[in-house]
């Protein structure tokens, strides 16, 4: 038989003791219940010992729009003396109260499009998608034209902004998986196509934009693997030409045809009327 010392028993975390409902404080509901506005209040729920000489008291709360909410009234007294005071008074939600949805900051809901007539978007000192325009953008195209012609921007897009706005519009609906690109031809696509404008800078490998009056895309910002049925390149097979005879008539023969007169249909002292035959 085996034996374990004390030192080896498993020890056991201690449970602290719950506070003990004073019932001084117990008993001050109608103090409690002043504390809130008589109009918004209900039924006395519960009280619960927050701790030594602390209570609780709970209430229905009766305001419109405020369903499964309670009113919280806390209540104290100091050792040795019978005197109950409020402490505070808060509106909480109980188990099946109506909460509103959680917030979330107006950056994060913003979508694309959301942004109308009139309406302004600041951006942040701290947005990762400028940098300062004194700061090399790793875009050599757009260094050499503004320095060298004075013409620095006091921000530029970073190198995180221009891979965001990349990765974005490749994977949107000026795309190679655009459903309009997929049903093109194969062949027919924008950077081969004659309407094809490239971007500047570190863009232009991948992106350009439409200059087809007739595309769909028109004026707006395509990848080079996109396409569409408008390519300059897309030409129909021209059918071949129907080979018309020229009008032939043949007069050689002359068919004589006799025209009587019956009688009485036209008076006989009257001249014979030519027939146009000579």
Known sequence: MTTTSADQQPTRAKAEPRAKLDSACAAAVDLARSAVDADAIGEHLEAVAEGERVVTHYFACT????????????????????QVTICESVLLPGSGALLAPVWVPWTERLQPGDLGVGDLLPTTEDDDRLAPGYVLSDDPAVEDVSWDLGLGRPRVMSRLGREDAAQRWYDGDHGPQA?????????????????????????????????????????????????????????????????????????S?????????????????SPPEPYGHG
């Open 253 to 269: 023969e002359v068919e004589s045809v006799a025209v009587s007169r019956a009688a009485g249909s036209v008076d006989q002292q």
């Open 179 to 251: 459903p309009i690109s997929t049903a093109a031809p194969r062949d027919a696509r924008c950077g081969t196509c004659g309407f094809y404008l490239p971007l500047a800078g570190s863009m232009r490998s991948v992106f350009g934009a439409c200059g087809n009056l007739f595309a769909p895309d028109d004026g707006r910002v395509v990848s080079a693997d996109h396409g569409c049925g408008a390519h300059s390149e897309v030409l129909l097979e021209s059918a071949a030409p129907v080979e018309e005879l020229p009008t032939v008539f043949d007069d």
């Open 63 to 82: 305001l419109g729009g405020y369903k499964g909410w309670r009113w919280a009234v806390t209540v104290a007294r100091v050792a040795r003396s019978k």
